[in-house]
């Protein structure tokens, strides 16, 4: 089970840390991903890590401006996102998948059930 906190509502240009506890099970044969649904919209990949070697990948859209990073020891994982932007406002979900598929969110194994970011303008 992924659970994923720390949203809120903040202003353009401020940050916010979200992360992503797993209990009952350990993510380090997992890919960690971030996705994101705004409203009326599908929801998108921001960004993943690797839970081997910490390698992380990050969509376009958030690129210099968000960082995941891993805690092994808390077995979690965390959104660092920096400069926000009203585009920013989504629900985030993280999500944990074996495979290499990124982007293909049916393929999936795991996810949390979001988190709300607003950032007004």
């Known amino acids: 089970q992924l659970q994923a906190s720390g949203g809120g509502l903040v202003q353009a240009g401020d940050s916010l840390r979200l992360a992503c506890a797993a209990s009952?099970?350990?993510?380090?044969?997992?890919?960690m991903g971030w996705f994101r649904q705004a409203p009326g919209k599908e929801r998108e990949f921001v960004g993943g890590i690797m839970w081997s070697g910490g390698s992380t990948y990050y969509a376009d859209s958030v690129k210099g401006r968000f960082t995941i990073s891993r805690d092994s020891a808390k077995n979690m994982v965390f959104l660092q996102m920096n400069s926000l932007k009203p585009e920013d406002t989504a629900v985030y979900y993280c999500a944990a998948i074996r495979r290499d598929l990124w982007y293909k969110q049916s393929e999936y194994d795991y996810w949390g059930q979001g988190t709300q970011v607003t950032v007004s303008s």
């Open positions: 009952g099970r350990t993510l380090s044969s997992y890919r």
